[in-house]
């Protein structure tokens, strides 16, 4: 379970938000709405320890998000960042970013079957796909990691329909992951459990 209690973000010319205070139920699937530039993938990068809140506080599973305990916390995370930017051109690139064992390897292949790009991944370049195919290619590769807390900001920016149900059928096999995310769109948006509006 993650629990946010009483988080104040700031930038030197925004303030993100003010005693802000939500939790996270194991297995639920909660989408951090509001119009842009409000903060939602700032609260993402508040989960993973990125940026640093000036107060509050965030559990995980009941232990206190730190210094001491942020590497142990992130393990147990995978965060697909906004417009799959990632400093790979790849899908074996991304293997090797993300020190894929064999076996997730084998999952990472799986998971492209199952979104329909399985010829986008190996060594084809990134700039011979379009964004949707590279973005279901990340999405493939954070699921096959199998963390229980699955950060996903914009995930279906770049997918049409037909994607997107492919990903509701992905992710409805998979059991117990708790997804926090962010979206624009209402498809997403209708298919979390919730809606924390910032
Ligand atoms: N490191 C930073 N330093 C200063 N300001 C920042 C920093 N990161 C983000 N901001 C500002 O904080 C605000 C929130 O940004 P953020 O990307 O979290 O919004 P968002 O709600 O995810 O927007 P969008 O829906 O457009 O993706 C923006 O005005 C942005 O310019």
């Given at each position: 379970m993650i629990k946010c209690e009483k988080i104040n973000l700031s930038f030197p010319r925004q303030?993100?938000?003010?005693?802000l205070s939500f939790d996270v139920l194991r297995g639920e699937s909660i989408c951090l709405s509001?119009?842009?530039?409000?903060?939602k993938s700032s609260l993402l990068k508040v989960l993973m320890g990125f940026l640093i809140p000036q107060s509050g506080r965030i559990q995980i599973d009941g232990v206190e998000l730190n210094s001491t305990t942020i590497m142990a916390i992130r393990n147990k995370m995978i965060w697909l960042p906004q417009n799959s930017n990632?400093?790979?051109?790849s899908a074996n690139e991304l293997v090797d970013l993300l020190q894929m064992k064999p076996e997730q390897v084998e999952s990472f292949q799986l998971f492209q079957d199952r979104l329909g790009v399985r010829e986008c991944?190996?060594?084809?370049?990134?700039?011979?796909?379009?964004g949707g195919e590279k973005q279901r290619i990340v999405l493939s590769a954070c699921l096959s990691l199998d963390r229980p807390i699955i950060l996903l900001d914009?995930?279906?920016?770049?997918?049409d329909d037909h994607s997107i149900d492919l990903l509701f059928a992905t992710l409805d096999s998979l059991s117990n992951k708790t997804i926090v995310s962010t979206s624009h769109n209402k498809k997403w948006i209708n298919y979390c459990n919730r809606t924390i509006e910032l």
């Open positions: 303030v993100i938000c003010e005693n509001g119009p842009s530039g409000k903060g990632l400093p790979v051109d991944g190996g060594n084809k370049s990134f700039t011979e796909i379009s914009e995930p279906v920016s770049a997918l």
